[in-house]
């Protein structure tokens, strides 16, 4: 049973299922890139009218639309799409281990307790908005990170960047003096 919750962006949804969909992390596909797409079931979702963007979880995904279709039009295609994908396929959609894009060259012990702030703190909130926020550097006190799915062009993300994931790192972690997104 496919259930879905809204998030704080009106042009995403989350779609909530008992079943897995990913064990092999959070990963985002945007339509932009849909040729690199080499799973069956994104590509074919990636196809339908209006979606911009979706964010595989192990039990959720996200859909980000864009503003020439209605939920009230694409919410049954994705509803109808998963629970075909799961009447014919016993594992998840995403099921095989992937390379993060972590640029952890520096692996010291401030980006260890950033990234432990951040997977500890930050992602599961993120997670519940329907999107997913990954580490990308720490340089000269400045943490930069990638929002996806629900995120990814929200209104409120840079409220949430700024007054949540920057205070919140900038507590625990004395060394972090701000906090940008990157594209």
Not at 28 to 48: A, C, G, R, S, Y
Request: aromatic share 6%; proline share 4%; charged share 25%.
């Amino acid at each position: 049973m496919i259930q879905t919750e809204a998030t704080p962006n009106p042009d995403s949804i989350k779609f909530l299922s008992e079943k897995t969909i990913s064990v092999s992390g959070t990963e985002e596909f945007q339509k932009e890139q849909k040729d690199k797409v080499t799973i069956p079931f994104v590509k074919e979702l990636l196809d339908f009218k209006g979606v911009e963007l979706i964010l595989l979880s192990e039990k959720f995904l996200s859909v980000k639309k864009t503003k020439e279709v209605s939920w009230n039009e694409l919410k049954p295609l994705v509803i109808s799409h998963l629970n075909d994908y799961f009447s014919k396929n016993n594992e998840p959609i995403l099921n095989n281990k992937r390379k993060t894009a972590n640029n952890t060259n520096n692996n010291s012990e401030i980006v260890n307790k950033i990234m432990e702030v951040l997977d500890t703190k930050v992602r599961p909130a993120v997670a519940r908005d329907g999107g997913d926020i990954k580490f990308v550097s720490f340089e000269n006190g400045v943490v930069k990170v990638l929002l996806q799915g629900s995120c990814s062009g929200c209104p409120s993300s840079l409220m949430t960047l700024k007054q949540g994931v920057q205070n919140l790192l900038k507590h625990y972690v004395k060394e972090v003096n701000a906090v940008e997104a990157v594209q």
